[in-house]
């Protein structure tokens, strides 16, 4: 099949449907006919739902959803919608997105594929859209050690990559030996973990835009028992710690970094502690709240909207800011428009 002509770059950019549906029929057209060589297009849906697609359960619209089932589907996705100038948006399992009320304009690509394999010597590797927990369990229930107080941590490993999830102080990245990245030109490359730019909540895939494509850890021997037992443990803590009963996308902010910034004399170190202690808990905004059980915990109940969720971070960082001229920083990804009407 012939490649069809990219959209001229002179198009207005918006492809928002209610004003400038011409375009989006283009968009539409040329992104099946790029996307027809790896896959069905009639897989690609349009002006799909995102809200049952993350854990916050609020948000609008993708102008374009494709579940990839392969990396090679991703690449193609990527480059087509880099040849017709559309944005693209990574999503994995929606754990750590607030998503606008205005939806995402562009090509939506969500991680579902899912492989996992030991690659000796000592190490697993695991595509970017198998779930954090289905990786603890493959590697627990071989007594391969090392993953296994990551159990109960939502979302994929494109995401924990992207974001280095963070757990009672471990950091996800401390286990990486290897991960593929599609790069914006389409190179797949394998990268060590010193040049992933791993920091707290920190990749270096959040500024280069590259894809997480798989991900190498370390695993070592252990007893499948005390693997299980260990992983038991951490679902516990969960319970004990977090609202997991409502929708929430965990931690709403990173915890203040004494080492890089400076926090006035008496101020916690905890972003929970730092909202709890300027008064916040319980605040509503909407039907979205702060947790009783968690301060850093944002919850919402049925009907809320993204506009509530975010009115309320915004809420929680100016009170924490007036009482401990402390400035949060959200861990919360922002997907889509946000202005005051958003
Ligand atoms: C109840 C609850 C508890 C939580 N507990 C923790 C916790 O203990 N520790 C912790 O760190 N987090 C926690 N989180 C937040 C969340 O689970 C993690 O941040 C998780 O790693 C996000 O993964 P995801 O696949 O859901 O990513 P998403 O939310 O889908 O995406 C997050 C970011 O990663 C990007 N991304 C996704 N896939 C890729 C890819 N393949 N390549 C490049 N970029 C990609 C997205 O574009 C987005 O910018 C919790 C969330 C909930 C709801």
């Excluded at 999830?165 to 599609?182: M, N, Y």
């Excluded at 010193?194 to 007893?223: H, N, T």
């Excluded at 919850?299 to 949060?328: K, N, Q, S, W």
Aim: aromatic letters at 4%; a positive charge; proline letters at 7%.
């Amino acid at each position: 099949m012939r490649a069809p002509e990219p959209v001229s770059p002179a198009s207005p950019p918006t492809l928002d449907p209610r004003r400038n549906a011409g375009r989006r029929r283009d968009v539409d057209r040329d992104l099946r006919a790029l996307l027809g060589a790896a896959l069905d297009p009639r897989r690609l849906r349009c002006d799909d739902p995102l809200a049952p697609l993350t854990t916050f359960q609020v948000g609008g619209r993708a102008d374009w959803l494709l579940d990839s089932r392969s990396e090679r589907e991703v690449a193609a996705a990527v480059r087509a919608a880099r040849t017709l100038e559309l944005p693209v948006t990574l999503l994995g399992g929606g754990s750590n997105v607030l998503v606008s009320d205005a939806g995402v304009r562009g090509l939506v690509v969500r991680f579902r594929h899912g492989e996992i394999a030991a690659t000796p010597p000592g190490t697993v590797r695991a595509t970017a859209g198998v779930t954090l927990n289905g990786l603890v369990r493959w590697t627990v229930s071989r007594g391969l050690a090392g993953l296994e107080a990551w159990a109960g941590t939502p979302g994929t490993v494109g995401g924990a990559i992207c974001g280095n999830a963070h757990f009672r102080g471990r950091l996800i990245g401390e286990l990486v030996t290897a991960v593929g990245l599609l790069g914006p030109e389409g190179g797949i490359r394998r990268v060590s973990p010193e040049r992933m730019g791993f920091g707290y909540d920190r990749s270096r895939v959040q500024e280069s835009g590259e894809v997480v494509l798989w991900a190498e850890f370390a695993v070592g021997a252990g007893k499948v028992a005390d693997l299980r037992a260990e992983a038991r443990s951490s679902l516990r803590f969960r319970k004990r710690t977090q609202p997991l009963a409502a929708p929430s996308a965990g931690c709403v902010f990173r915890n203040p970094d004494p080492r890089r910034q400076d926090l006035p004399a008496g101020a916690p170190c905890a972003a929970g502690a730092l909202i709890d202690g300027a008064g916040l808990k319980g605040r509503a905004v909407g039907a979205a709240r702060v947790s009783h059980v968690h301060a850093n915990f944002i919850v919402t109940d049925p009907g809320a909207r993204a506009r509530d969720v975010r009115a309320l971070i915004d809420r929680c960082r100016a009170d924490v800011e007036a009482r401990f001229g402390v400035t949060l920083v959200p861990e919360v990804v922002f997907l889509g428009e946000f202005d005051a009407t958003a």
